[in-house]
């Protein structure tokens, strides 16, 4: 499948840090939370119900475009946006990896502390 | 989205014990599988190496923030040095806190660690990466051997 080749790609690029910088703004994250049923939506749809403009709505969906959380199609006269979850899926990934080595030297210092 | 770690564990010794644990550079590399050079001093920076099995090429070095007897004990590091080519000391760190609380059966440690959405660099994710597989059956390797010896 041709977009998982694009999302393996994508994925060995993207670090956490610009991932956590992008969703750090609470209209980017309204916008995945809009976006992250999987619907691709347009600029409008999007834009619908926010009190910023299309052009503030249409920068912030370029931030996301950026760090590869969405993705935007053409259809026709409109540019529809679609949701990616492979970065943050890999962000959840690391920080995943760190927890699970703090629960293993947590549960060492218990066994030290206790025996 | 979250950038940070929480953790808590109950652990049935007394603060004082647990506090000692945490500070003490020789008690602290026994759990924590390290080597120190020295003493945990309030701004400076404390080196030492990894001694856990497989890792022993990794050099342990953080640097010591707080020390609120009994309470709090913090310091910044960079998490997941694992890659020796790579020069971790320019990124910003993260932030890992031990705090303590007295209960009725001991302690109540609360672990944070902070300042993920600060690392800069996508080396990290690939240092990551590559030593995914081999990092987490270390991990299980560790957990038995301890569980066997306690």
């Known amino acids: 499948m041709s977009r998982k080749g694009r999302s393996s790609t994508a994925a060995k690029r993207q670090a956490p840090a610009p991932v956590f910088a992008a969703l750090g703004d609470k209209t980017r994250l309204s916008l995945v939370a809009k976006l992250c049923g999987g619907q691709p939506r347009s600029i409008s749809q999007l834009t619908e119900g926010s ?3 299309r052009q503030a709505i249409t920068k912030h969906l370029r931030v996301l475009e950026r760090v590869e959380i969405v993705h935007s199609v053409r259809t026709g006269r409109e540019s529809l946006f679609e949701f990616d979850p492979v970065p943050i899926e890999d ?4 920080l995943d ?4 080595q703090w629960d293993q ?3 060492r210092l218990k066994s030290y502390v206790e025996g | 989205m979250d950038d940070r770690i929480e953790k808590r564990i109950e652990l049935k010794a007394p603060v004082s014990r647990v506090w000692h644990a945490l500070t003490d550079h020789r ?15 309030p701004g400076q920076i404390s080196r030492g190496q990894i001694t856990y099995p497989g890792y022993e090429y990794v050099k342990w070095e ?3 923030q707080k020390m609120d007897p009994e309470r709090l004990f913090s310091f910044t590091w960079h ?12 990124e910003t760190p993260t932030l890992v806190e031990f ?3 007295k209960t009725t059966s001991g302690t109540l440690l609360l672990l944070t660690e902070s300042g993920f959405d600060k690392i800069p660099s996508d080396r990290r994710l690939e240092a990551f990466r590559m030593n995914d597989g081999g990092w987490t059956g270390q991990m299980k390797n560790i957990e038995s051997h301890v569980a066997q010896r306690p």
């Open chain 1, 51 to 53: 009190r910023l403009t």
């Open chain 1, 91 to 94: 962000i959840k990934k690391y």
């Open chain 1, 97 to 100: 990896l760190v927890s699970e």
């Open chain 1, 105 to 107: 030297t947590l549960s």
């Open chain 2, 27 to 41: 008690e602290f590399g026994e759990w924590f599988r390290v080597k120190l050079d020295g003493p945990f001093v």
């Open chain 2, 62 to 64: 953080a640097v010591v």
């Open chain 2, 79 to 90: 998490p997941y040095t694992l890659d020796p080519k790579i020069d971790y000391s320019k």
């Open chain 2, 99 to 101: 705090r303590l609380e």
